[in-house]
């Protein structure tokens, strides 16, 4: 019998290297390994690892996980990859910078800015397709979305 950290080790690998679109999918290639696992146990732990889902190219979804752990401050260079892999387009308005990406995709960027401790931004609201992005009080919405273009690469 796994252990929990042994059953979460197994499940980020298999997130890793195949397309797992659904957590019945993820039980059925966890039991072929011999680790028998509710969905209620799966779902818990795909809580705990920070799982994902994202859209792939062709339109499915399917589960991932943040290479960086929540605590962790994400490196500029992986940033200004997520930026340019997955921003469409910046706006602004007084305080606020309204980021546009393929559907599905926001959280993926507002979780990265969020990790990021960009200086300059108070925090972000993902929906899906769009997020928006809280400047600090001292900067305006103009100058973040100029610094956030520039990490998307659209200036």
């Given at each position: ?86 921003v469409a387009s910046v706006q602004s308005s007084a305080n606020i910078v309204v980021l546009r990406t393929p559907p599905g ?51």
């Amino acid at each position: 019998m796994a252990t929990k950290r042994q059953r979460q080790h197994r499940i980020t690998q298999m997130l890793s290297e195949q397309a797992v679109t659904s957590q019945s999918h993820l039980v059925e290639l966890l039991g072929a390994e011999g680790i028998d696992v509710t969905q209620a146990t799966l779902s818990r732990d795909l809580e705990e690892l920070g799982a994902i889902k994202v859209r792939v190219p062709g339109g499915d979804t399917v589960y991932a996980i943040p290479e960086l752990s929540s605590d962790q401050v994400l490196p500029e260079d992986h940033l200004r990859r997520v930026m340019g892999d997955w921003v469409a387009s910046v706006q602004s308005s007084a305080n606020i910078v309204v980021l546009r990406t393929p559907p599905g995709s926001a959280h993926v960027v507002a979780s990265a800015l969020d990790r990021a401790s960009l200086t300059g931004v108070m925090g972000t609201v993902a929906g899906d397709d769009t997020l928006m992005v809280v400047a600090e009080e001292a900067v305006t919405g103009t100058e973040l979305a100029g610094r956030l273009r520039e990490l998307a690469g659209l200036d």
